[in-house]
């Protein structure tokens, strides 16, 4: 089992900055996990934001690209997300995912969500 955390969402104006973590615990080596960040709207589906492979590779969504990174500390089991020059369409609550198998079709384990809204 591995039980995810998120923390970091809040209110913030267009163009300014946040940093999403995302804190692992239990079984609990992430080293070889595949970590992700999604995004959901109300009314909407949940929408892929950045994956981060044990290699290191790491995609990103079209709509955040050049403005968030994904990273992972893994001496801390956590994974960020920085989102800078936020807009208001960045409001969303974000979650953390772990896929267990980097092949697997679906996640394994997702975090209860944290609050982003970008005010105008």
């Known amino acids: 089992q591995v039980h995810l955390v998120e923390s970091g969402g809040g209110l913030v104006q267009a163009g300014g900055s946040l940093r999403l973590s995302c804190a692992a615990s239990g079984r609990t080596n992430t080293n070889y996990f595949t970590m992700s960040w999604f995004r959901k709207v109300p009314g909407k589906e949940r929408t892929f934001v950045a994956i981060?492979?044990?290699?290191?590779?790491?995609v990103y969504a079209d709509s955040v690209k050049g403005r968030f990174t994904i990273a992972r500390d893994s001496a801390k089991n956590t994974v960020n997300l920085q989102m800078n020059s936020l807009k208001p369409e960045d409001t969303a609550v974000y979650y953390c995912?772990?896929?267990?198998?980097?092949?697997?079709?679906?996640?394994?384990?997702w975090g209860q969500g944290t609050q982003v809204t970008v005010s105008s």
């Open positions: 981060s492979w044990s290699n290191g590779n790491t």
């Open positions: 995912a772990v896929k267990i198998l980097p092949t697997s079709t679906r996640y394994d384990y």
